[in-house]
C-alpha cells in the first residue's frame, strides 16, 4: 500500500517562498509519476505539477517559471518549491502518486498554504 504525508505548509506574504515536501512509502515510487494539486475555498482540485519517474516535470500555466517539483527517490519524496507566492496560490496542497500501471490515484491528506497581502 502506498501512503502519502505532505508537510511544510503554513503562512507566508504575497512574494515570500515555502517548500513542500510529501514523504511516500511503497515500493513503486521510483517508477511512478508523482504531483502536487491544490484545491481553494469553495474550488475544484487542479493540477500545479508533475514528474516522472525519469524527472521530467511539467506545470500548470499559473505556476511555471515561479514553482518548481523536485524528487528524490532515495528518500521517496517530491518536493514543491513554491517562489513569489500570491494571494491567489492560497489553498490546500495535495500530494499525489499514481500507480505504475493502472494510473490509480493515491492521496496525502494536504497541508494548507496561505498567502496573505
Known amino acids: 500500500q502506498v501512503q502519502l504525508v505532505e508537510s511544510g505548509g503554513g503562512l507566508v506574504q504575497a512574494g515570500g517562498s515555502l517548500r513542500l515536501s510529501c514523504a511516500a512509502s511503497?515500493?513503486?515510487?521510483?517508477?511512478?509519476?508523482v504531483g502536487w494539486y491544490r484545491q481553494a475555498s469553495g474550488k475544484q482540485r487542479d493540477l500545479v505539477a508533475t514528474i516522472t519517474g525519469g524527472g521530467n516535470p511539467n506545470y500548470a500555466d499559473s505556476v511555471k517559471g515561479r514553482f518548481t517539483i523536485s524528487r528524490d527517490n532515495a528518500k521517496k519524496t517530491v518536493y514543491l518549491q513554491m517562489n513569489t507566492l500570491e494571494v491567489e496560490d492560497t489553498a490546500v496542497y495535495y500530494c499525489?502518486?499514481?500507480?505504475?500501471?493502472?494510473?490509480?490515484?493515491?492521496w496525502g491528506k494536504g497541508t494548507l498554504v496561505t498567502v496573505s497581502s
Open positions: 511503497g515500493s513503486m515510487f521510483s517508477i511512478s509519476t
Open positions: 499525489n502518486q499514481k500507480h505504475p500501471l493502472s494510473g490509480m490515484d493515491y
